[in-house]
């Protein structure tokens, strides 16, 4: 029976999928917070695993890492690359294995489900870092799963977004000063989760210890389009001239021995991820 998690409870919250359509996203229905994942920091990392697939000339082996509901694996796959889908809600699994192309593998799992999966051209994650507490599991994980010179894409909160939340008092709570907050309360209609304010030097710190060396990075705004779609729902205090994501790109260098070994279950089931 698959565990329970914390995550489970924002399943509802973070289905993007239309009722009508399941091959849809439905913005109508999304909370302000999932519609700016959707609207501004997915389309960065889909460009960036876009430009990727043009250099290579050719369809594309992808994790989606921290899928979600599916929304994301389904509109990075452009009809004939291998897209897999890992998350550790199994809530939200179930909703990403109705709603979205059968061609699409979905996994419940954490970081160590990354080694289940190897060879592939491109790791995602959207919005999944700041909820971990140390970046060791998913840099291990990343670069067993990447090919030498495959390409981790992720984007995550700008730490400077969420210090100026808190010193405005919206969205975000942290009992420490704003200004030397590294972790904080993101409150959701579904609960609260705590995030982890991760800094540029800190991923580069982690990943070059695995092999993952940092190639850029960018901090969109978000866009005029979702600014006006929900303007209603946008708090007079929020910080529209700050950028709420960090979109980074990282490429795997070098092969650095990894201190998970594979057993005979999760070697079968690479097997079969590599054959497809």
């Known amino acids: 029976m698959p565990e329970v998690t914390p995550w489970d409870t924002n399943a509802q919250q973070f289905n993007v999928h239309s009722a009508t359509d399941r091959f849809e996203i439905d913005l109508n229905k999304l909370e302000f917070g999932v519609a700016a994942n959707v609207m501004c920091a997915w389309p960065a990392v889909r460009a ?10 050719r369809a594309l082996h992808i994790v989606d890492f921290g899928c979600g509901t599916g929304g994301f694996a389904q509109q990075c796959d452009d009809g004939d690359d291998v ?32 080694n289940y999966f190897l060879h592939q051209d491109v790791i995602a994650a959207n ?17 067993r799963s ?7 894409f ?37 609960g609260a989760k705590r995030v982890t304010l991760w800094e ?15 190639r850029s990075l960018s901090r969109p705004l978000l866009t005029e389009e979702f600014l ?11 910080p529209r001239a700050l950028p709420r994501y960090g979109i980074y790109a990282f490429e795997k260098t070098r092969e650095v021995r ?14 079969q991820s590599a054959s497809l």
Not at 169 to 189: K, M, T, V, W
Request: with cysteine; net charge negative; aromatic share 12%.
């Open 48 to 57: 960036l695993i876009d430009e990727r697939r043009a250099q290579l000339d």
């Open 83 to 114: 897209v897999t889908g890992i998350d550790v809600s199994a809530k939200m699994i179930a909703t990403a294995r109705a709603s979205t192309a059968r061609h699409i593998y979905y996994y419940n799992g954490g970081e160590q489900a990354l």
């Open 127 to 143: 919005l999944v870092t700041n909820y971990l507490s140390s970046l060791t599991a998913i840099a291990g994980g990343v670069a």
């Open 146 to 152: 990447l090919e030498l010179g495959g390409r981790f």
């Open 154 to 190: 992720f984007a995550d909160l700008n730490p400077g977004y969420v210090r100026e939340c808190l010193r405005q008092g919206i969205i975000y709570s942290d009992p420490e000063p704003p200004e030397h907050a590294r972790h904080a309360i993101l409150h959701f209609s579904d």
């Open 200 to 214: 540029p030097e800190d991923y580069q710190a982690a990943f070059s210890d695995f092999g993952l060396e940092f």
């Open 228 to 238: 006006r779609r929900f303007d209603s729902q946008i708090d007079p205090r929020y």
């Open 258 to 271: 990894n201190p998970w070994q594979l057993s005979d279950a999760a070697q079968q089931i690479s097997q």
